[in-house]
């Protein structure tokens, strides 16, 4: 494994195109450093908390562009009373609900600051990351930088580390991106720095999930350095109702995420490695596919075509020789010869996690009370 690593990093020759960067400001006026997005819908419950915090985040040459996505239980009226007096908030009040994709698009539209920054309300975060992470990229000119983040429940105050390195590390994008299409650098939005020149307009195509994901991709395409940062300065709270976990899943999204990557990987190497594109199919396309129904609850005639596309996605993908991860290694094969046994085996797997995860959470919330 370890020699076919390394022989798949050498014929990785970069074709040295890139997508153009975005133009320079459009918007007179005063210039901000970093210009903070977050898009809003229905959520008042989690507003105080995140203002608040937002509130400490925010420094001199600092914004906050927030968007209220045609909410419909006040949440437009808070953000407003919030904002009101404060030259370092905008609130742009959407009429129609079109998306958290459309919300940060809108929002780009009238960005001149020269680094942006995504955050989510359900979300908690080290007040210095913007300190932090503009700090990094002025001293190494880097058009995104990536800190580490946890993925962790409201319930817990421990979480497992999802993204990011742990060690300090400036690469071209063309690394960033082989290493996007490995899984080592994941499409998040909030754990990112970004320089505004990267990120074009539209960024995000009108995906119901995953439109994180290609935006992440398309601005690596466009920079010229990325740097990872080891610090951990983000926690993910996973919630019930995130769109990501909705029991009618759109199976679309991921192909249209996957055909982004392997048109990105296709404009910028002479030649992309087999191992590289197996990999690629198996664990954001193939088992996601096949398991997003069966993780949804979603109804039987949904979770059948999930497992008949993963199943069929795989038909030449050499899985044994690409599988970087025991896990994916197993499904991987069980979804590509025995579709049939897949979903039972994928219960159990889930069954098994979602007690242990139980359990820990347990344990946290007594060790904190």
């Known amino acids: 494994m370890g020699g076919r690593g390394r022989l798949a990093r050498l014929r990785l020759r970069p074709r040295r195109r890139r997508l153009p960067r975005a133009r320079g400001p459009t918007v007179s006026g005063r210039v901000h450093s970093v210009t903070v997005v977050a898009p809003c819908y229905n959520a008042i419950a989690r507003l105080d908390g995140f203002l608040a915090r937002l509130a400490l985040t925010l420094g001199p040459g600092m914004r906050v562009v927030l968007v209220d996505d045609a909410s419909s239980d006040g949440t437009a009226e808070v953000l407003e009373k919030w904002a009101e007096g404060r030259e370092d908030a905008r609130v742009l009040l959407l009429e129609q609900n079109g998306g958290v994709a459309a919300a940060r698009n809108r929002a780009l539209d009238g960005i001149d600051s020269e680094f942006v920054w995504f955050v989510d309300v359900d979300d908690e975060w080290d007040t210095e990351i913007l300190r932090t992470l503009t700090a990094e990229a002025e001293r190494t000119a880097a058009d995104v930088v990536v800190c580490r983040a946890l993925y962790r429940t409201r319930q817990s105050t421990s979480g497992r580390v999802i993204d990011g390195l742990d060690r300090r590390e400036l690469v071209s994008s063309e690394l960033a991106l082989e290493r996007m299409a490995s899984g080592r650098l994941h499409g998040f939005l909030w754990n990112k720095l970004f320089r505004r020149a990267v990120l074009q307009e539209e960024l995000f195509p009108r995906l119901s999930s995953q439109s994180d994901f290609v935006g992440v991709l398309r601005a690596v395409q466009a920079s010229e350095r990325v740097l990872f940062v080891p610090e951990i300065l983000y926690s993910y709270i996973h919630t019930a109702s995130s769109i990501t976990r909705r029991r009618d899943p759109d199976l679309r999204n991921l192909l249209v995420c996957a055909e982004e990557m392997r048109a990105a990987l296709a404009r910028t190497f002479e030649e992309v490695p087999r ?25 039987p005639a949904l979770v059948e075509t999930g497992v008949r596309l993963g199943s069929e996605a795989l038909r030449d993908v050499r899985v044994l020789r690409s599988a970087r991860s025991p896990r994916l290694l197993v499904l991987g094969l069980v979804l590509k010869h025995v579709p049939a046994a897949f979903t039972a085996l994928s219960r159990i797997l889930y069954a098994v996690h979602d007690t242990r995860r139980r359990l820990s959470d347990r344990r946290s919330t007594r060790w904190t009370t």
């Open 275 to 299: 191992p590289l594109s197996d990999w690629f199919t198996t664990w954001f396309y193939a088992v996601p596919v096949a398991l997003t129904p069966i993780r949804q609850n979603s109804d």
